[in-house]
């Protein structure tokens, strides 16, 4: 329990949390994380609401058999599981490129020794 | 004494010795309110689905799919892909820079006593809300589940309502979490079993499932015989308003997951974000099975029972049971009985504990004692007394509106104020530098007045039979009110902003709130037993 950074208090510990805003990695951090949560969210939210709309106003395009009496509408419903399980995968294996530049922060802040960082 | 009854009792045993053993360890309030911190990704996984899958999603979505089908199933859908929110955008933020409750990340860089008096009345009327609906819903489910052992209504109520506070009291998070782990396994058993059951029915031929589930025979309203296909939508959700509520239904789930705050709390029981985001993933693979299970629990009702036969003999919410019954008999039927006792026991205690803490760490140490305990261990005392207090006060509710209340406007409430209150302010704190403390108190305010108020004049209060409240066609069309109340929530936390001026100090903390939120530099750390 060494950590010396506390909720910002004294002006000379708020400008550590701005030096950590300001190394490339943390720059390049949020680009990946931008990168990836933006389009994953805006694809995930299109194709829930896809659903409800398809079903809603178009119930007798979705009521089409396409295997024996199973329909679209089904199959649509059902395909909305195995996406959300998709993206979630993605998302875990895209944040392993978070957790990298996390730690090398955390090295960064070690090494200039303005932060004890305990684990 | 019968098997249901055996059953019951044994569960109770169970999770009493839980709390005992939790209640060695509760010393601290970060082993009181967050279990130290350090339970595991699956462990806070199993237990996030524990939290999550209500009665009302086990024996409510069973019984809306075996009486109509299609549109039924269309409310697991939401259930499931609401988690993608949580883990793309709330739950990681939330771990590295809050403490205890929703409101620490709000806290962070605005003002904190008014921010924490909002949120913790938005944490608190989601909370009773929801568990009200839980309690009158547990209290009629009990009295009809164990039918021949004397056991009403009001005891029924009585005994959940007195079980959840003792757990939560007694064992905190440390023992809230455990039932919560416990019920998920019995429930994801129970209905795995079942599910094998239902295609053992049908000899494992998916063709002929379906071929049943395209032909569903039950008596019309006129009395007559009907044949349905159970898998064409609009059974429910029929013009002209049946699409508009089925996309404010899915908005309400899809945000408001992200804001419910006993969901939310959960991910201050693990060491770190990383542990947040793995559980999560856990969460979402227990969940989405279920809930693709409920299409064997439901069409396997409405072909294998029969919609007729489950109205006489208790109504949708007992579809699930009786289709226990129908596969395996009396003792099949009291285990499932028994699973659905443990899932409202579980959400509940999850309810208390993070409407107690709310209570303690928002409003008494923060909001009124302004930010220090002033006795060490204070908190955790008021958090207890709190936890009595919620407890006790949904107790009464609960048998004041009697077993027949119309509740399942209860629970649409609390997600339409999750998702309109509380994500907005959480997103926009976390996302937007210029938002200040005007912006986050009118977004919770407006999210929140917005929701009751557009539940209150809609078709779940007003209407021209004698099940309404109101006796007037409703002002309101929808059911679920995210549509509207979902950018109302938005617009005012955008208005406040505007209208507050710019808020310097809430600026210049910004950067260290993304730099906390982004690395889990000076996050909670995980203690020591």
Redesign the interface.
């Known amino acids: 329990m060494s950590t010396t950074l506390t909720p910002g208090v004294s002006s000379e510990k708020k400008t550590q949390w701005d030096r950590v805003a300001e190394m490339d990695e943390f720059r390049l951090l949020l680009l990946a994380k931008v990168g990836f949560v933006v389009p994953a969210t805006v694809f995930f939210i299109a194709y829930y609401f896809a659903l409800p709309v398809l079903v809603g106003y178009f119930p007798d395009f979705m009521s089409l058999k396409v295997w024996g009496p199973v329909n679209l509408a089904y199959l649509f419903a059902l395909s909305q599981f195995f996406v959300a399980w998709t993206i979630a995968y993605l998302y875990v294996r895209a944040a392993r490129e978070f957790d990298e530049y996390g730690e090398r922060i955390m090295r960064r802040l070690e090494e200039e020794g303005k932060v004890k960082v305990d684990e | 004494m019968n098997t249901t009854l055996f059953l019951f009792l044994a569960f109770i045993a169970i999770t009493l010795g839980i709390t005992a053993w939790a209640a060695r360890h509760s010393g601290s309030s970060a082993s009181y309110f967050a279990a130290n911190r350090r339970i595991t990704a699956w462990q806070n996984g199993v237990a996030v689905a524990g939290d999550y899958m209500s009665a009302a999603s086990f024996l409510g979505i069973a019984g809306l799919i075996a009486f109509f089908g299609?549109d039924g199933?269309?409310y697991?859908?939401?259930w499931?892909?609401a988690?993608?929110?949580v883990?793309?955008?709330v739950a990681e933020p939330l771990r590295n820079a809050g403490k205890y409750t929703m409101a620490d990340v709000l806290a962070?860089r605005l003002s904190p006593r008014p921010v924490r008096a909002m949120a913790s009345l938005s944490t608190l009327t989601v909370s009773t809300f929801y568990m009200i609906a839980q309690m009158v819903g547990a209290g009629a489910l009990v009295a009809l589940l164990l039918k021949g052992s004397n056991i009403s209504f009001h005891t029924a109520v009585i005994g959940v309502g007195i079980l959840m506070i003792v757990y939560v009291v007694f064992g905190g998070m440390i023992a809230t979490t455990w039932v919560q782990i416990v019920k998920a396994i019995l429930l994801m058993s129970g209905t795995v079993l079942l599910s094998v059951l239902v295609m053992a029915h049908f000899h494992f031929s998916f063709?002929e499932f379906?071929?049943a589930?395209?032909q569903v025979h039950y008596t019309g309203p006129d009395g007559k015989e009907v044949v349905k296909?159970f898998?064409?939508?609009?059974l429910r959700?029929k013009p002209p308003y049946?699409?508009?509520e089925?996309?404010s239904?899915?908005m309400a789930l899809?945000f408001g997951t992200a804001g419910l705050p006993h969901i939310l709390v959960r991910f201050y029981t693990v060491p770190d974000a990383?542990t947040a985001?793995?559980s999560?993933?856990w969460a979402?693979?227990l969940i989405?099975s279920f809930?693709?299970m409920t299409t064997f629990l439901g069409f396997g009702a409405a072909t294998i029972v029969g919609r007729d036969f489950i109205t006489k003999n208790g109504g949708n919410n007992m579809s699930a049971p009786l289709l226990a019954n129908a596969l395996g008999g009396a003792v099949f039927f009291a285990f499932i009985s028994a699973i659905a006792f443990a899932t409202i026991l579980a959400v509940v205690a999850g309810l208390t504990i993070s409407a107690s803490t709310s209570f303690a760490h928002d409003v008494w140490t923060n909001v009124i004692h302004n930010g220090t305990e002033r006795a060490p261990g204070e908190e955790r005392r008021v958090a207890r007394i709190a936890a009595f207090v919620v407890g006790a006060v949904a107790i009464g509710v609960a048998i004041l509106l009697g077993p027949k209340a119309n509740v399942a406007f209860l629970v649409a409430l609390a997600f339409a104020v999750a998702a309109s209150a509380n994500v907005p302010v959480i997103v926009l704190s976390i996302f937007w530098k210029r938002f200040n403390t005007a912006g986050a108190v009118c977004g919770l305010a407006s999210g929140l007045v917005a929701s009751i108020v557009l539940i209150f004049i809609g078709p779940s209060i007003m209407g021209n039979d004698a099940v309404h409240i109101i006796k007037h066609a409703p002002i309101f069309p929808l059911e679920n009110p995210g549509i509207l109340s979902i950018p109302i929530g938005f617009a005012g936390a955008l208005f406040g902003t505007f209208l507050g001026g710019r808020e310097p100090l809430a600026e210049?903390?910004f950067?260290?709130l993304?730099?906390?939120a982004?690395?889990?530099?000076?996050a909670e750390?995980a203690t020591a037993h």
Do not use: C, H, Q, W
């Open positions: 299609y199933f269309l697991s859908v939401g499931l892909v988690y993608l929110t883990l793309l955008i962070y063709g379906f071929g589930v395209s296909d898998l064409t939508p609009g959700f049946g699409a508009l089925l996309i239904l899915g899809i990383k985001r793995y999560v993933v979402m693979v989405g809930y693709i210049a903390k950067t260290e993304e730099v906390r982004n690395t889990g530099l000076g750390k």
